[in-house]
T-cell receptor, first 114, second 113 residues
Framework: DVKVTQSSRYLVKRTGEKVFLECVQD?????MFWYRQDPGLGLRLIYF???????EKGDIPEGYSVSREKKERFSLILESASTNQTSMYLC???FGTGFSYGYTFGSGTRLTVV | GDSVTQMEGPVTLSEEAFLTINCTYT??????LFWYVQYPGEGLQLLLK?????DKGSNKGFEATYRKETTSFHLEKGSVQVSDSAVYFC????????????FGDGTTLTVKP
């Protein structure tokens, strides 16, 4: 089975800190995604990547950046954490450029910014 | 653009009841359709999928049929268990958005013994 591993389940950071959320997948998937999930707002796409060193903005990229230096790893960076970035962050991956493959999600990182 | 509308929750059922969670979609072309399940404190898991009209996806007693004429993909289960309590997301992935998925808002299901 494909596994997507997010480095932390729970994280508490201070306002203004630079925060790194790491995601690693072990099945050679081309596509990787970062979402945030908030009550009443559903899943919102932050950034995605279709290849190494490639990134595209999703629906809510402001305040975030990403890095994909290796195919298996996709990092989400909060340049200067703010309290409104307190959320559940979900990483996902999928195979190929076709659209009939579903996503494999990680377990999520619940980030609290104080 | 693409969109997915799910029946609003929360839904509360007794054990062994019949479950239906409605999902309709708007998309150009012929999207693939998915149901995901999220258990408390976890990420989403792919539950089932269908890639063309009249396909039926099934898994763990859950079923959904891709109905192009009604643009629907309703999730059903004949007899729910307490362990089915979770949030269910309907999603589509279309050939016009390069493989990105569009998700519904999720429907919370609680099954009582």
């Amino acid at each position: 089975d494909v596994k997507v591993t997010q480095s932390s389940r729970y994280l508490v950071k201070r306002t203004g800190e630079k925060v790194f959320l790491e995601c690693v997948q072990d099945m050679d998937h081309e596509n990787m995604f970062w979402y945030r999930q908030d009550p009443g707002l559903g899943l919102r796409l932050i950034y995605f990547s279709y290849d190494v060193k490639m990134k595209e903005k999703g629906d809510i990229p402001e305040g975030y950046s990403v890095s994909r230096e290796k195919k298996e790893r996709f990092s989400l960076i909060l340049e200067s954490a703010s309290t409104n970035q307190t959320s559940m962050y979900l990483c996902a991956s999928s195979f190929g450029t076709g659209f009939s493959y579903g996503y494999t999600f990680g377990s999520g990182t619940r980030l609290t910014v104080v | 653009g693409d969109s997915v509308t799910q029946m609003e929750g929360p839904v509360t059922l007794s054990e062994e009841a019949f479950l239906t969670i409605n999902c309709t979609y708007t998309a150009t072309g012929y999207p693939s359709l998915f149901w995901y399940v999220q258990y408390p404190g976890e990420g989403l898991q792919l539950l089932l999928k269908a890639t063309k009209a009249d396909d039926k996806g099934s898994n763990k007693g859950f079923e959904a049929t891709y109905r192009k004429e009604t643009t629907s993909f309703h999730l059903e289960k004949g007899s729910v268990q307490v362990s089915d309590s979770a949030v269910y997301f309907c999603a589509l992935s279309g050939n016009t958005n390069a493989g990105k998925s569009t998700f519904g808002d999720g429907t919370t299901l609680t099954v009582k013994p």
